[in-house]
């Protein structure tokens, strides 16, 4: 009987710390758990932000410059010799306005790393990209300027390859979310030079 007894108490006291433990453990769990829900609910919130911000910037952009009035005053004849290429006035704003969403979206990505605090660089080169792109409608499309809208470009292409570069180093997906943002600024310095010709 005795040795049962302390068997039992054996197992009881070698049992205690281990239930101890898993309570605690499973408070820990919790506390990580709800730790993690908190985190990714700011992460969403800061998404929204930096990307709707953009994206409103270059929806109220399109919105107040991007009428047809500079996309025709170029040339008096452009309804007649407007190459087969040239996009029609709606794809070639939403197709600015989902490369707004694109930086957006590789600049929260550098941001969520902690790349523009390490490197400032990155921010300024992003800022330059967002303004230049927002200045890209209101200098072709109302001020019917096709070689300032060239310089534009040109500019926005530089600071897009800056961004590649720099978001790169701090985020391999930002830097290839850059890529199609730089085929759209190739594009539109081609649609500029041709603007110029008409």
């Known amino acids: 009987m005795n040795s049962q007894n302390a068997k039992r108490l054996t197992r009881e006291t ?44 270059a929806l109220c952009n399109v919105f107040f410059f991007g009428s047809a009035e500079g996309y025709g005053a170029v040339s008096s004849s452009w ?14 704003h939403m197709t600015c306005v989902a490369s707004s969403f694109l930086m957006a979206l590789s600049a929260w990505l550098v941001w969520a790393d902690g ?48 961004c590649s570069r720099q978001f790169k180093e701090v985020n391999p997906i930002a830097g290839n979310l850059v890529m199609p943002c730089l085929a759209w600024a190739s594009f539109l310095a081609i649609f500029n030079l041709n603007l110029l010709f008409l």
């Open 79 to 92: 309804r007649i010799s407007k190459p087969f290429w040239f996009p029609p006035l709606w794809a070639l």
């Open 115 to 162: 790349g523009f605090h390490r490197n400032p660089t990155a921010l300024y080169l992003y800022l330059a990209q967002l303004c230049l792109s927002l200045a890209w409608d209101p200098v072709v499309f109302r001020m019917a300027a096709p070689w300032a809208g060239l310089l534009v470009c040109s500019a926005t292409f530089g600071a897009l390859v800056g």
């Open 14 to 57: 070698v049992d205690e710390p281990s239930t101890i433990l898993g309570k605690n453990n499973s408070k820990n769990v919790r506390f990580r758990r709800e730790k993690r829900t908190a985190m990714a609910q700011r992460g969403i919130r800061s998404l929204v932000i930096a990307v709707a911000i953009p994206l409103s910037l």
